[in-house]
Nanobody, 123 residues
Framework: QVQLVESGGGLVQAGGSLRLSCAAS????????MGWFRQAPGKEREFVAA????????YYADSVKGRFTISRDNAKNTMFLQMNSLKPEDTAVYYC????????????????WGQGTQVTVSS
């Protein structure tokens, strides 16, 4: 069982930056692929970025590539999402999630989810 808690959301102007954090419980954090998803009003939840278990290889959705950076600190059971050059279309609730799959990007591949943190980007 893994419990996830996101933090760091807020209101920012377009072009600004935010850093999201995801704190995980448990002793096996490094054995999970950790991912970020987001859900805008009226839209489906979509994949943003992930960091694979063990090796920490990262991969991103095309819409955030070059602007967002995912990282993790296995010693502190924490994952981060640095978001730069934010756009109004990045406005959404951001969720962190954990998976035992090697390179998951689909919702059903993630077994554990946080409650989400709101990110609002004003134009």
């Amino acid at each position: 069982q893994v419990q996830l808690v996101e933090s760091g959301g807020g209101l920012v102007q377009a072009g600004g930056s935010l850093r999201l954090s995801c704190a995980a419980s448990g002793r096996t954090f490094s054995t999970y692929t950790m991912g970020w998803f987001r859900q805008a009003p009226g839209k489906e939840r979509e994949f943003v970025a992930a960091s694979t278990r063990n090796s920490g290889t990262t991969y991103y959705a095309d819409s955030v590539k070059g602007r967002f950076t995912i990282s993790r600190d296995n010693a502190k059971n924490t994952m981060f999402l640095q978001m730069n050059s934010l756009k109004p279309e990045d406005t959404a609730v951001y969720y962190c999630a954990a998976s035992k799959a090697p390179r998951p990007s689909l919702l059903y591949e993630y077994a554990y989810w946080g409650q989400g943190t709101q990110v609002t980007v004003s134009s």
